[in-house]
Structures are given as C-alpha cells and as structure tokens.
C-alpha cells in the first residue's frame, strides 16, 4: 500500500517535470525575446536593463525602419497570397482524392505530400534553377509560387481530415433529392469541411510568413522579405528592433490563434 | 412533378381537374418498381444475385434478411447509389439504370437519417425542394406543409443535433417527401430508435404511406418490423430473394428451410416419406411416429425429410395414441400467459412447444407425448435442402 503510493507520487513527480522542462524549452525563448524587446539598453541582451518601448516606436518610425516596413509588406502580400492559391489548390486535391483508394489517387496524395518530406533548401535551389532555366528572373510572384508548392500539405491535411469525417450519407441524401454535384459541394461539403479549410489557411499562412528556405532563394533586389531582412539585421548589427519584430510577430499570430480557436477549433483541427 | 400526378385533360364539362384527395398539392401516387434479373458483384463477390420482384404502386415492401444478404445492396441500386453488374431497374416500367441518383427522384430515409447537421429543421426539408430549382414562394409553402404533415412546426429552427431520434427521423422523412419522390426507400428506419418509439415511427410511416399513397421499400433484418409494416416481404439470404409473399404466408407456408428458420421460431423433426398422394404426404419421424401430412409438394417414397412445426402447432398431451410421440420433458418457462415447454425427442432432437397456462401447474419434468394440433399445418422439406 505504502510502496504503490511511493510509486504514484514519484510517477507523477517525473511526469511534472518533464512537462515543466518541455513548457520551459518551449515558452522560454518567447518570453526573453518579448522581454528583450522591451529593454533599454542598445543590444540584444538578457536580461534586459530597464525597460521602454523605444525599439517599438522606431521599429514602427515609417523613415528609420522603411526598410523593414517593406520587407514586411512584401511578407504579407506574399503570405496572402500564397494562403489564397494553397487553400484553393489543396482543398480542390483533398475533394478529389479522398475516398478514393485506387492506385493512381494514393500515388497522387503521397505525391502533394512530397513538399513536406523534402529538404526546403534543395526545393529551394531546385526552384532558383528551374525558373532561370525558364527564363524567369526571382521575383515576389515567383516566391509565391514557391511558397505555395511547400505549404500545400499543411491545407492537405486538415482538409483530408475533415473530408474523411464527412458522412457519405450526407452526400446520398442530397443527390437522391435531386442535387447535382456541384449543388452538393457549395451547400453541403464546402461548410461541413469549411473548418478544416479555415484551419490549412492559417497553418498556410504563418508558414509562408516565416520561410527562409525557399525565400532566400528566389529572393531578388526588389524583393526582400521580411525573415530574410531579420536574419541579415541580426548579423550585421545586432539591432534590438529584430526583437521588437518577433514581438509584433508573436503577438499577432497569437491573436489569429485565438480568434480561429474560438471560430473553428483551431488545435482540434491539427490533432485530427 | 404535379402533371404526372393529377390527370390534367380538362373534362368534357368545366374543365374541372379531378382531385385524389382534400389536399391534391400534396397527394403523391404511387409508382410501381421492377427489378429485372439484378445481380451485382463486388469484385468476386456476388451481393445480389438474379433477382426479380414486383413492387405494386402504393404498396409497402420489405427486404428481410441477416447481415449480408444483398438487401442492402439491392436497395442502393435502386436508389443509384451503385450500377448493378446486370439486370435492369424499372421504376413505372421505364428502364432508370442509365439515371445518375440525382435524377431518378427517389427518397431515402438513411437509418442514422443523414440529416444535414448545418442545416435547420426548415432548411433541411427546403434543400431537395431548392435543389430543383423551385420558386422561393412555392419552396416556403410546402415546407410549411410538410413541417405540418410530421408535426414540427414549432421545431423548424432547431437544429438536427438538439431533436430527439424520433423527431430527427421525422424530418428525415419530410426532406425526402418533400420532393414527391415516386418511391421512398427506407433503410433500417427503426434500428436506431429506442424500443418504446420504434411502434410510434412504424405507425407514423404507415400513415404516411397511406396518406401519399406511396410505393416503400424498407430493408431490415427485424421480422416483427417487417411483418407489422409490410404489405409483402421479401426474404433474401446470400444474394437471392427465398421467398416474396404476404407476411402471413412467409410466417405460415415457408417456401424454404432458409425462411422456416430465419422467420420465427420453429421445431425441425428428422423423418422419411412412406408415400405422397392427393396433397397428403404420410412421413415417418425417427422420433417414432407416422404422421399425414397435407402438402402441396410431392415427395417419392423413401425421401429423406425434416418436418418444421411452429410451437404453437404442437400439444402435450399425458397419454400415448397412434400420432403421438413420447418427449422426455426437461424445463418449463412461463412467458407472460403461456408456458414454454422444453423437450427431447427419443431421436435427440430438441423441442419448444408453447401452451397456455389456463391456472393449471403443469408437471415441470417426465415422459409425456406431443403431437399435432389438429388445425396446425407444418411445413415439410426435403432434408437435403438443408443449408
């Protein structure tokens, strides 16, 4: 009796502090960088000495951080815009293979999953090379195309989970009420899989945001993006402002999480 | 959908179009449904093989069977859900085999109902009516009226998921009525439904049926449900169709051992004929007794046989006579008003026979012998016929 609750409490002691140290590898750097952003002082430092919002008002000052400010534009049009052309590609894969288990449609889904299993830096220089083989100069259209083709899997995926629990019952009954494939699709399937798709968008979204890989590849001279600026701020000068965008970025995405938590359950949709 | 329903040639006199009842707008006429010859096959699997039935306008037909019998299956071809491998599908005695499901305006009630769970009560009965194309002010009024016909108007803005089973299958039947289908297919209805509500569901479908004149078919592998709610039955076993008759018939003169045994409980007695004349056949049971028996079937002397007697066919009685058999008796199990019997024949044969219990105790062990009652009819199989 004594020896099993022995046993209980150091169980439930290593599982405590695994967890603590998971929590810890896994929130710590967010709350130095957020910290650091706020310091004082004129490096990158933790912890910081004193606090202010100094690096906040000229990360946001439209002359001194110009730069910044459109790598950042070019990051967004390019996270939009590749979240628009994955979402509408991957759900139109995921209606047309799932269910089907014949050969030709596994070979295609392993296939639209590829993207995901191969190094981004030799998708990346595979891309450069192909494009200038084309005839193609690096261009903000070319990364969105780029960034596209590597975050198709994420709206793959919790489109295919949604698709799988679709009832197909769901779908008899509509067409034996006269409705044809395309009236099903936008009145039934859309909304019932319309969480999942929400759900890709995001993932999409915030994946294309922060690549490097495939970006510092098919980056030119006018196209500079924002994680790509990061980095080189970061070598050349350790400028603080690099924190205060991580804190702008964090502090967004989390805002997204929330509101699409609250919308389509989120962390449900990824778990699936 | 209304011209093929009402007859639209105006009379000789006012032009008067004849009404089918109170409210013609929604009367729907049955439609007859002939399978031809369907078989189909999953790969090597023979799901349903060759059959051929007759579904009469307005009636009620129900496909009986275990698990695996094809029922369900001969169901979604008629539906369209698959394509038989051969044969034909005839709804009104035109061929539907080459019609895609959503055009052959046939309604399903799914036996979890398929609701669409996004939907409310209102929109899901307005989806068939909405996917046809109709005027947004005639989509308004029959919802309306269907919501009336099963008893939901003061639901129509709920949800699937905050009704109850009875009521989710109500509007499930609504959504497919809604759109006049000509046949309404029914697939296991009741087995999700708690045992109180199925009585409930299977009277309300009956008046439906009775009320639209519709041609239903209903799969299930429930008797009592198939029995109490069709007009005839159909009782399928490995792909083909046993027997398809009135469930009087199908309980009372079983065409196989198949439907003997799978239709109520039944007592198999091992025996040989002597002879076969003039609708009598006299058989000799291993159980030591030579019975005449009135059949149809004519049997050459000698051939092997089992005898199925229902329980309520056989009496106990105390003593020996010429056509009875000695039963040793090993329990008795009083269910409600009667008596359940367990015995052995002197061959090991076990036997169920059912007695009413009129206030006397009866001896619940030892010999007696049972024979016939003399106003029961068994049925009489060749032996080998045995699956």
Redesign the interface.
């Known amino acids: 009796m004594r020896s099993r609750r022995t046993g209980d409490f150091s169980y439930s002691l290593a599982i405590g502090l695994l967890a603590a140290i998971g929590f810890l590898i896994l929130v710590g750097p967010v709350v130095i960088v957020l910290l650091t952003s706020f310091t004082e002082g004129r490096s990158i430092r933790f912890p910081p000495s004193g606090l202010s919002t100094q690096w906040y008002q000229l990360l946001f000052d439209a002359t001194s951080s110009r730069q910044i400010h459109r790598a950042a534009l070019n990051s967004l049009q390019v996270a939009g815009a590749t979240m628009i052309m994955a979402t509408v590609l991957g759900t139109l894969a995921s209606v047309a293979l799932a269910r089907r288990s014949g050969k030709w449609a596994r070979a295609l889904d392993t296939f639209f999953m590829w993207p995901m299993i191969l190094p981004m830096l030799a998708f990346g220089l595979a891309a450069l090379m192909y494009f200038t083989f084309l005839g193609l100069r690096p261009s903000l259209e070319l990364i969105m195309i780029g960034h596209t083709i590597v975050v198709i899997p994420f709206v793959l995926r919790t489109t295919s989970a949604s698709m799988s629990q679709l009832?197909p019952?769901?779908l008899?009954?509509?067409?034996?009420?006269?409705?044809?494939?395309f009236?099903t699709f936008r009145?039934?399937t859309l909304?019932?899989i319309a969480p999942g798709i929400i759900a890709g968008g995001f993932l999409a979204f915030v994946a294309s945001l922060d690549n490097v890989p495939v970006s510092l590849f098919l980056t030119g001279p006018r196209s500079d993006m924002l994680p790509i600026r990061m980095w080189g701020m970061m070598e050349s000068t350790l400028d603080v402002r690099v924190a205060a965008v991580s804190g702008v970025l964090i502090a967004s995405v989390l805002v997204l999480m929330l509101v699409l938590e609250r919308l389509v359950g989120l962390t449900r949709r990824l778990r699936d | 959908m209304l011209g093929d329903i009402l007859p639209n040639k105006p009379s000789s006199k006012g032009g008067q179009v004849p009404t089918r009842s109170a409210d013609p707008s929604i009367s729907v006429r049955g439609h007859t449904v002939d399978l031809d010859a369907v078989t189909h096959r999953y790969g090597t699997l023979t799901a349903v093989a060759d059959v051929s039935l007759t579904v009469r306008a307005g009636e009620i037909v129900a496909l009986l069977g275990p698990s695996g019998c094809g029922k369900t299956t001969l169901l979604r071809l008629v539906?369209?859900?698959l394509r038989q491998s051969a044969g034909s599908v005839r709804i009104d005695g035109k061929p539907i085999d080459a019609l895609?499901?959503?055009?052959?305006?046939?309604?399903?009630v799914?036996q979890?109902y398929?609701l669409?769970?996004?939907m409310t009560v209102a929109d899901n009965i307005a989806?068939?009516l909405q996917?046809?194309g109709r005027p947004r002010d005639d989509v308004r009024k029959t919802v309306e009226r269907f919501l009336e016909v099963v008893r939901l108007g003061e639901f129509r803005d709920r949800l699937p998921r905050q009704l109850s089973g009875g009521q989710q299958q109500r509007v499930a039947l609504a959504?497919?009525l809604a759109?006049e289908?000509t046949v309404l297919l029914l697939d296991e209805p009741f087995s999700a439904l708690d045992k109180s509500l199925r009585l409930d569901m299977q009277i309300e479908i009956k008046r439906l049926q009775r009320q639209f004149g519709l041609t239903a078919i209903l799969v299930t592998h429930d008797q009592d449900e198939a029995m109490s709610i069709a007009d005839r039955i159909a009782v399928m076993n490995q792909g083909r169709v046993e027997q398809f008759d009135t469930p009087i018939n199908v309980y009372d003169r079983p065409a196989t051992l198949f439907v003997t045994g799978f239709i109520g409980t039944t007592n198999l007695l091992r025996g040989k004929t002597l002879h076969s004349s003039n609708g009598t056949t006299t058989i000799a049971l291993d159980a030591g007794v030579q019975l005449a028996i009135a059949s149809e079937r004519h049997f050459a002397p000698g051939t092997p046989i089992l005898l199925s007697a229902r329980p309520e066919q056989l009496h106990l009685y105390g003593e020996a006579s010429a056509d009875r058999w000695p039963v040793r008796r090993r329990f008795a199990l009083p269910i409600g008003p009667n008596t359940m019997h367990d015995l052995e024949t002197r061959d090991g044969a076990t036997l169920k026979i059912v007695e009413q219990r009129i206030g006397a105790i009866v001896d619940a062990t030892g010999e007696a012998w049972c024979g016939l009652r003399t106003e029961a009819r068994p049925s009489l199989f060749e032996s080998s016929s045995q699956p």
């Open positions: 009832e019952a769901l008899e009954s509509s067409a034996s009420l006269g409705a044809s494939w009236y009145r039934v909304p019932m | 539906a369209g859900f895609p499901a959503n055009q052959r305006n046939v309604g399903i799914f979890n398929a669409f769970p996004h989806y068939g996917a046809h959504r497919a759109v289908p």
